[in-house]
T-cell receptor, first 116, second 113 residues
């Protein structure tokens, strides 16, 4: 079974600092995808970034980058130059292929609070 | 472009009543997913459809839950009869392909008293 682990229930970070949110995963599949979503207090789920298991380069989207270490089964999200609006819950998720199972398995999330 | 649309946004009902949640995916997206979010269990996949056909419903908790997708632009999740433990936020999401990102609707917050 696939599993996503986010070991940081909560984090406090000073504005403008870089943030790293940890995510490790467990799967026996060779083909899979890793996603990060942001959930602000308003409740919507916002897609941030995607990394495929065969992608050789780390994914980047604006201030977001994904530090993908396949051998260690980790997919940490890095937010550069944090802003007050980055305060939210952040979820790491994995999609695995096989047997038609294309839904996402989510971690428990990290509650990030950016302090001025 | 319109995103995923869900209705109602909030639903309060009494135990034993039937509840129907609705979802309109993004046009052109062939995959539709229903998730449930609770404090205790986090985000869980309930069921997903490909081209209107249910593919995996192993996450549906009980026979009280059922989902349909009669056409490419509409899906429903029904709970009958509802119970207090069904209280949660229910999200619908859609994607072009399973390898692509899923776009989530705003969710329906269900409270069963």
């Amino acid at each position: 079974a696939q599993k996503i682990t986010q070991t940081q229930p909560g984090m406090f970070v000073q504005e403008k600092e870089a943030v790293t949110l940890d995510c490790t995963y467990d799967t026996s599949d060779q083909s899979y995808g890793l996603f990060w979503y942001k959930q602000p207090s308003s409740g919507e789920m916002i897609f941030l970034i995607y990394q495929g298991s065969y992608d050789e380069q780390n994914a980047t989207e604006g201030r977001y980058s994904l530090n993908f270490q396949k051998a260690r089964k980790s997919a940490n999200l890095v937010i550069s130059a944090s802003q007050l609006g980055d305060s939210a819950m952040y979820f790491c998720a994995m999609r695995y292929s096989g047997g038609g199972a294309d839904g996402l398995t989510f971690g428990k999330g990290t509650h990030l609070i950016i302090q001025p | 472009d319109a995103g995923v649309i869900q209705s109602p946004r909030h639903e309060v009902t009494e135990m034993g009543q039937e509840v129907t949640l609705r979802c309109k995916p993004i046009s052109g997206h062939d995959y539709l997913f229903w998730y449930r979010q609770t404090m205790m269990r986090g985000l869980e996949l309930l069921i997903y459809f490909n081209n209107n056909v249910p593919i995996d419903d192993s996450g549906m908790p009980e026979d009280r839950f059922s989902a349909k997708m009669p056409n490419a632009s509409f899906s429903t999740l029904k709970i009958q009869p509802s119970e207090p433990r069904d209280s949660a936020v229910y999200f619908c999401a859609s994607s072009v392909h399973p390898t692509n990102e899923q776009y989530f609707g705003p969710g329906t917050r269900l409270t069963v008293t």
